[in-house]
């Protein structure tokens, strides 16, 4: 495993116990979740800003 930093002090992952990666690899799977879920999110902002386009422009116009 590489080396990386956590609250800026440098590790190198070797040297973790088994406890602590496996704590590493259920932040790394909890960190792409989110990252999966942002994207889901972003997709989903993009389909519902189509929608109420779509919907604005059948909804009848009013004279103001």
Sequence with gaps: MPKMTIDGQEYDTDDFSDEAKAQLASLQMVDG????????????????????KALTELLPKTEQ
Excluded: G, S, V
Aim: proline letters at 0%.
């Design 33 to 52: 979740k989110i990252a999966d879920l942002n994207n889901e999110i972003a997709i989903m902002q993009t389909a519902r800003n189509a929608y109420a």
